[in-house]
């Protein structure tokens, strides 16, 4: 039974869905094409290159969203139009860098910047359409464990404030150092540390008063 | 199993999470590790929050469920068109520039014959006109100085002529400069919405997650 997991920084996980039919011909098109020549052939007038890209990162951007708005209506809407804002930055994107981490910090900060001009909250344990990517179908009782494991903690992250689950996306899922998340988020490398010290505070009382 | 060691402080909360954050100098690093090995309160509350993270790093990721590539390539592909807001906002617009013309134009109309008063250089036919008739020879002084109204009128009474008015009298004064301090604000702002039309004013960017 495989598990996802997520390392610090990386995230390797072991995908289902829309993702795991593309995966296969993804293999095939990274002989072909890397992201930096998807990235050339998008430049050039190809929107069909950029499409390959968004094959590639879509589920891993739709987490992001996931994680940051906390339903999954919108967090789709958002994904697609991180996508689109994306095409229409990649003249400023340096292709020597690797595209998928700038494409998740596009989206967290478009995602925050929506949270930022609506003020609610949302609790992800009333979204009962999530499904979480595993192979282990066969075995409900398991998927089910994980479902309300992931509820439980997107819930929590939920009930963050929009700039603390900012900092949590950005350095623990995405795995950004302190001063990259000060550049991102435009602060000084001070309210980053408080603002992720009072969010892993918060986010630990959460989480632990569920557990009692 | 150690003791609690009392004759140093604990660790704080910030210390903790810039020491699991590996962000200490290592001298800095080496004395909480000595310290954590001596105190329990310590280690129970690094404990925690490394299960924290723990719990982090194994959040599962959800499965996407629709296919983005479509939607994104489509809006991609698709040109931009004028939108019902777009329209609106170009009504707006025009409607802005339209009421600029009009109120510089009356500002124009209402200080236009002040400045063609001060422009012309015929109207002292008119004064030496009344000056003639009335059978005396003035030599009127050219001076540097502003004077009173009063003054020149006295000075020309004393002189001997009659009728000196307003009316008869030029003067070489510019129009209230408080009207055409609001005339060239007006033009001004007539420049800059026209030109915002034509060129596109900045619009609301959103940080494209690169980084400066």
Known sequence: MDTVCKGSGSHLGNVMGIDQIHRNRSSVYMAESTDQTLIMRTRAGEANAFGQLVQRYQTSVFNVCYRMMGTRQEAED?????????????????????????????????????????????????????????????????VTVQNEDAARIHGAINQLPPNYRAVIELRHFQGLSYEEIARELGLTLAAVKTNLYRARKELGKRLHAHDE | MTNDNMSEQHVDYTTLNEYLDQILPPEEQMRIESHLRACATCRQQLAELESLFSTLDQTPELALEVDLVEGVVKAISTPPQVAQGDTSNLSISWLLIVTQLVVSSTLLALVWPSIRRAASSNRLSDFAETLSSGGTKIWLQITTQWQQFSAIVQTLIDRGVSNVNSNTLTTTIWPDITLLWWLTMVIILAIICIAGNVWGLPGYDLKNGEGK
């Open chain 1, 78 to 142: 958002l994904a697609q139009e991180a996508f689109i804002r994306a095409y229409g930055r990649l003249h400023l994107f340096d292709n020597n860098r690797p595209f998928g981490p700038w494409m998740r910090t596009v989206a967290t900060n478009l995602c925050l910047n929506r949270l930022q001009r609506s003020s609610a909250i949302v609790d992800p344990l009333n979204d009962i359409a999530e499904r979480l990517t595993t192979e282990d179908e066969g075995n409900p009782e398991t």
